[in-house]
């Protein structure tokens, strides 16, 4: 990352990870990293966007996103907690880039990507393609994964059977490059749940059966 990426980074910092979701934007950010590359998009809107997406969170109360993980919510509730994060988020990410000085026709396709990074339906370019592939790939990650599978309280087996349809599901990733990601990232958890249910079982640690 470059200087005023870095920079933007370090300020949105106290924004980030607010929905019980330690190395989200650090994670996502990766992905990103990755993905620009591969995919030669605009690093100077996909990595800005991809870490102040999320940081409209912190704006909201604990009873508030969590109703997007309550198993009682309704299409409405879970929609009106996603445009508020929308929101909010757009307007964290508006006095970020002010403050580091970012030039303003990149600010105004970076808060296009976060408006509805959620919400949208279709893609309507790469860079923001890119910026929601990143972040859905989030729970394909090990930390991701892992967190879902406490959250909801799943089987390992069970998660990865239900994520895994998604990957080639229509409209659901915006590229090639992210869906092979997400198969990689799944057969590695694959093999992490695996090894420990085996280690388990023998009553040895994870370590001996590597
Ligand atoms: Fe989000
Ligand atoms: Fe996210």
């Known amino acids: 990352m470059n200087k005023i990426h870095t920079a933007i980074w ?4 106290p924004y980030q990870d607010k929905r019980d979701d330690a190395g989200h934007a650090f994670i996502t ?3 990103a ?6 995919e030669q998009g605009n690093k100077d809107v996909v990595l800005p966007a991809i ?8 704006q909201l109360s604990r009873a508030e996103w969590q109703v997007v993980f309550s198993s009682e ?12 994060h929308q929101e909010e988020g757009v307007k964290i990410a508006r006095q ?35 910026v929601r592939d990143a972040d859905k790939l989030w729970r394909f990650s090990k930390t991701g994964f892992d967190a879902d599978v406490e959250r909801f309280n799943f089987a390992p087996q ?4 239900r994520i ?22 799944l057969q590695r958890r694959q093999r992490e749940f695996t090894r420990a249910a085996l280690a388990h079982q023998n009553g040895t640690n994870y370590a001996q059966v590597v």
């Not at 370090?10 to 910092?13: E, G, I, P, R, W």
């Not at 069970?158 to 059977?161: F, N």
């Not at 409209?171 to 997400?182: M, V």
């Open 29 to 31: 950010l990766e992905f």
């Open 158 to 161: 069970s998660l990865h059977d």
């Open 51 to 58: 870490i102040l997406h999320d940081t409209g969170w912190s």
């Open 96 to 130: 970020v880039l002010h403050q580091v000085n970012y030039p303003e026709h990149l600010i105004v396709d970076i808060l296009e990507i976060i408006a509805e990074h959620d919400t949208r339906q279709g893609f309507i370019s790469k860079d923001e393609g890119l």
């Open 73 to 84: 919510k309704t299409t409405e509730d879970e929609m009106t907690v996603r445009l508020r």
């Open 164 to 185: 895994h349809p998604q990957i080639a599901s229509d409209g659901f990733f915006y590229c090639e490059t992210s869906r092979e990601l997400a198969y990689l990232e």
């Open 10 to 13: 370090n300020t949105a910092l």
């Open 33 to 38: 990293k990755q993905l620009v590359d591969l």
